[in-house]
């Protein structure tokens, strides 16, 4: 089964800082998706950005950028310019590859990033 | 335009009583999933569908039954409702084989059961 480690419950940062999010996970899967999800305080889940296991390059949107160590299972998120609305609960995620429908996401136990002006 | 959407958002009922969340989808995803987020935050998958046969049954009591009338909808009624079924509860959908496996997810329905 996997499982997906996220070690800091709880980190804050000032504004227009830098704050990375660590995750790790565990699995004997050789494909397969990693994502960073948001929950604002709307508890909408928002997708942040999303990995796959194949792609050797880390994947980048804007602000938001990863650190995957494939072989360390290792799968860290990188906020740069950290903005106010970046405060939110954010969980790390792992998918197998698809595989007829049982792609259910894994998630950690989810890190709470405060912003500070 | 809402993607997936759930009613309701907001469910305040007793212990023992009989109650539904509905799902629907506008994505034409062939794939929907119930998902249970503790008063920890921790979220967990209940079930899964795909074009309306059953894929995942997590670990749920029986209470728990999904219904996926058609490929958009998934709906969950829940039955002798207990103190710790109190939660938020996500519907959240994708596509079969989709390249980038990206699960899309509503709003979230917060039950609570007095």
């Known amino acids: 089964a996997q499982t997906v480690t996220q070690s800091q419950p709880e980190m804050s940062v000032q504004e227009a800082e830098t704050v990375t999010l660590s995750c790790t996970y565990d699995?004997?899967?050789?494909?397969?998706?990693l994502f960073w999800y948001k929950q604002p305080p709307s508890r909408q889940m928002i997708l942040v950005i999303r990995?796959?296991?194949?792609?050797?390059q880390n994947a980048t949107e804007n602000r938001f950028s990863v650190n995957f160590q494939k072989a360390a299972k290792s799968f860290s998120l990188k906020i740069s310019d950290s903005q106010l609305g970046d405060t939110a609960m954010y969980f790390c995620?792992?998918?197998?590859?698809?595989?007829?429908?049982?792609?259910?996401?894994?998630f950690g136990k989810g890190t709470k990033l405060t912003v500070n002006p | 335009d809402t993607a997936v959407s759930q009613t309701p958002k907001y469910l305040v009922t007793q212990m023992g009583n009989d109650k539904s969340i509905k799902c629907e989808q506008n994505?034409?995803?062939?794939?929907m999933y119930w998902y249970k987020q503790d008063s920890k935050k921790f979220l967990k998958i209940m079930f899964s569908?795909?074009?309306?046969?059953?894929?995942i049954n997590e670990t749920v009591p029986n209470r728990f039954s999904p219904k996926s009338p058609d490929k958009a909808h998934l709906n969950l009624h829940i039955n002798s409702l207990e103190l710790g079924d109190s939660a938020v509860y996500f519907c959240?959908?994708?596509?079969?084989?989709?390249?980038?496996?990206?699960?899309?997810f509503g709003p979230g329905t917060r039950l609570t059961v007095t």
């Open positions: 959240a959908s994708s596509q079969f084989q989709g390249a980038e496996n990206e699960q899309y």
């Open positions: 699995t004997s899967e050789s494909n397969y998706y």
């Open positions: 990995q796959e296991a194949y792609k050797q």
């Open positions: 995620a792992f998918a197998p590859y698809p595989q007829g429908g049982s792609e259910k996401l894994v």
């Open positions: 994505l034409g995803h062939d794939t």
């Open positions: 569908y795909n074009n309306k046969e059953l894929i």
